[in-house]
């Protein structure tokens, strides 16, 4: 089950796509994936959106779902 | 949420004919007793004797769009506002140039100024918006927002 990730940011800048696919069973391993793909993620503080929802407990993932990585914000 | 989002992006700088069209705009809107704009104007910080040139913008749009119009719903029913309209910038924007533009109009001013800061405070916080400053010679920093 391969989920869609829409990357902004600086974490698109440094991952160098708009999005990647995961196959992550819930948004804890999905932070463990990402910081073994990108090591440089370990230093970095983000958000997880789920169906444009933060999540901050450990979400499960489910096909289907809009997933998002949200570097701090800075807009205004 | 069955109605269509506002949207509140615009590609590029808010210009001040722009501003002053929408204040125009209310003149019909005799109930109104105050308005309250803020501006949001792309500084050209020196940091490590480089100076920002331009802030690029991007958001993810949907999620801020529904985060936008839970604050709006919110906030006017709080202050009693006549209306309110906000417009922020996507894209690259120069220094000196209006990036964002928050405007609130209540029968009475107290109500009409403490709507816009607070959507102002609560926008920065908590739309998923980004600005990436640019410098003269090309580089660039992911921009942080200071607190209040």
């Known amino acids: ?76 | 949420m069955n109605q269509k989002l506002k949207n509140i992006f615009v590609t590029g700088a808010i210009s001040p004919a722009f501003i002053g069209e929408k204040i125009a705009a209310h003149q019909s809107k005799t109930s109104i007793g105050g308005h309250s704009i803020f501006l949001g104007q792309v500084r050209a910080d020196t940091i490590d004797n480089k100076q920002v040139v331009s802030v690029d913008y991007t958001s993810y749009e949907p999620m801020a769009l529904e985060l936008m119009a839970a604050i709006r719903e919110m906030i006017i029913e709080k202050y009693s506002l006549n209306c309110m309209h906000v417009y922020h910038s996507l894209g690259k924007i120069w220094s000196g140039e209006i990036c964002l533009f928050v405007f609130t109009s209540a029968p009475h001013r107290k109500d009409a100024i403490d709507a816009c800061s607070e959507t102002v405070e609560r926008l920065k916080a908590e739309l998923p918006i980004w600005g990436k400053e640019i410098f003269g010679d090309g580089s660039f920093q992911w921009k942080m927002n200071q607190p209040v």
């Open chain 1, 1 to 76: 089950m391969a989920v869609k990730i829409q990357l902004f940011g600086q974490l698109k800048q440094i991952t160098g796509v708009p999005e990647l696919t995961t196959d992550a069973g819930d948004t804890d391993g999905l932070v463990k994936e990402m910081a073994a793909r990108f090591p440089v993620l370990e230093n970095l503080n983000y958000l997880i959106a789920v169906d444009r929802t933060i999540v901050q407990a450990n979400t499960l993932i489910r096909a289907g779902q809009e997933l998002a990585l949200l570097p701090p914000y800075s807009g205004g």
